[in-house]
């Protein structure tokens, strides 16, 4: 009797030395324009200066511009060197997220090196964790979502929804956590659309998704020109910043962290639940089988389709919950289109995170701080590199990533796949 046999798929050592053009390369050429700054534009006289602005506001200090950019670029170019020379490929993503690191912070140091340009480390780092919280709602969301197997590109809608429906319960009620419990109902129920349409009925996901943002883009928009015509129902409310006493006064981390607003301390949260919850529970082993093989979870006894319809739903929580974010954690009232394509920015987050929680809180803490960054060089008017520039560097970040630089971004198998019970 003849038995079929498939050849079982190579195991790629990690403790083998390879090599990584693509990314030597690269950061050989960044290394070396780095090194040409601080040789050639820099004077040796030039420094940054940084202070801590919130606690120690006497202290600051002044660094050598120059020689921290050419060390900086050095560092750059020898991770390239190594890549191109070869390195075991368990140390690939280490170096590589060095020379990003090292490269950001030489830019970092010569555009803060213009005179009256001071690098204020606790609030830009405090500001740069909590602009990073709609990438974190609207990421969670779609690592949910997309490890389920259903791709939600309708993140800038339930932001929409979850914004506006925020300050509209939150004026009738005159209860501001209303409000943000309305926001996630709103994200729930845009979500609860996009979950029939792609299980039930088996609609193109992508499609659904953009339909979806229009949808609610067109709703807002609408409902706010009515709002416009009555009083108190649009106006803004504001959440209290959380201050844990004393230790709000620690130098660096206690402005960071422990003087924030509740959004923070709930991404932050969120982050590490859904991180457990995905691996560490049966829930997540359930939703991480019907991602890759749906077919293997059906045969176990797992109803691919209910999970998938459920996840999407709990999914919308949390983007509505971000959409709050722009209207009750900025203490803004609600403006057409004032997500600003953040919930698409969400999506790449997302991919740089690699589907997983823990990748998305790096993937948003970029963003958050260049963001940050681009911010406070335009309020100071005499930056070296333009801030337009710096708000640049995420999506740079997540080319690089996309193209492999730094590891293949690889998405779950059976992501936008519709599934029937029985397929194989």
């Not at 590490?272 to 006894?301: K, Q």
């Not at 389709?305 to 709990?314: D, F, G, I, Q």
């Not at 589907?355 to 998305?360: C, F, R």
Request: charged residues 10%; aromatic residues 12%.
């Amino acid at each position: 009797m003849a038995v079929d046999t498939v050849a079982a798929p190579a195991l790629i050592d990690d403790r083998a030395v390879a090599r990584n053009l693509k990314g030597g390369i690269t950061y050989t050429i960044l290394g070396v324009f780095l090194v040409v700054i601080a040789l050639v534009v820099l004077d040796a006289d030039r420094t940054t200066v940084i202070t801590l602005d919130k606690t120690l506001t006497d202290a600051s200090w002044a660094a050598p511009t120059r020689g921290l950019v050419f060390f900086l670029g050095a560092i750059t170019a020898a991770v390239g060197v190594w890549l191109l020379v070869g390195l075991p490929r368990r140390w690939h993503k280490l170096f590589s997220a060095t020379a990003v690191t090292a490269f950001v912070l030489g830019l970092l140091f010569w555009s803060y090196s213009e005179p009256g340009t001071v690098f204020r480390a606790e609030s830009i780092l405090a500001g740069a964790l909590f602009l990073s919280m709609p990438y974190i709602f609207g990421a969670l969301s779609g690592v949910v979502c997309e490890r389920s197997g259903v791709i939600n590109i309708g993140i800038e809608g339930q932001f929409l929804m979850g914004a506006f429906t925020g300050v509209l319960i939150a004026n009738i009620t005159g209860n501001v956590w209303a409000g943000m419990l309305g926001a996630m109902i709103a994200g729930s129920l845009s979500t609860m659309l996009l979950a029939m349409l792609a299980t039930k009925y088996q609609v193109n996901q992508v499609v659904v998704g953009v339909i979806l943002n229009l949808l609610a883009l067109g709703f807002t928009s609408f409902m706010y020109d009515q709002l416009k015509k009555s009083d108190g129902y649009n106006d803004p409310f504001a959440v209290a910043t959380v201050n844990w006493g004393p230790l709000a006064d620690i130098p660096v981390i206690g402005p960071v962290l422990f003087q924030q607003k509740v959004f923070v301390y709930v991404g932050l949260v969120l982050v590490f639940v859904i991180w457990f919850l995905l691996y560490r529970t049966r829930w997540g082993l359930r939703t991480r089988a019907v991602g890759e093989h749906p077919a293997a979870a059906d045969s176990m006894g797992v109803n691919v389709n209910r999970l998938r319809y459920w996840n999407v739903v709990a999914a919308g929580l949390i983007s509505g919950f971000g959409g709050a974010w722009f209207t009750i954690a900025n203490s803004l009232a609600f403006n057409k289109n004032m997500t600003a394509g953040l919930g698409f920015v969400a999506l790449a987050v997302m991919i740089v995170g690699r589907w997983n929680p823990l990748g998305v809180l790096a993937g948003a803490l970029i963003f958050g701080f260049t963001t940050q960054i681009a911010r406070d060089l335009d309020a100071a008017g005499n930056a070296l590199i333009p801030g337009d520039f710096l708000k640049m560097l995420p999506y740079v970040v997540t080319l690089v990533v996309v193209a492999g630089l730094i590891g293949k971004a690889k998405a779950p198998a059976a992501d936008g796949v519709p599934y029937n019970p029985g397929d194989k």
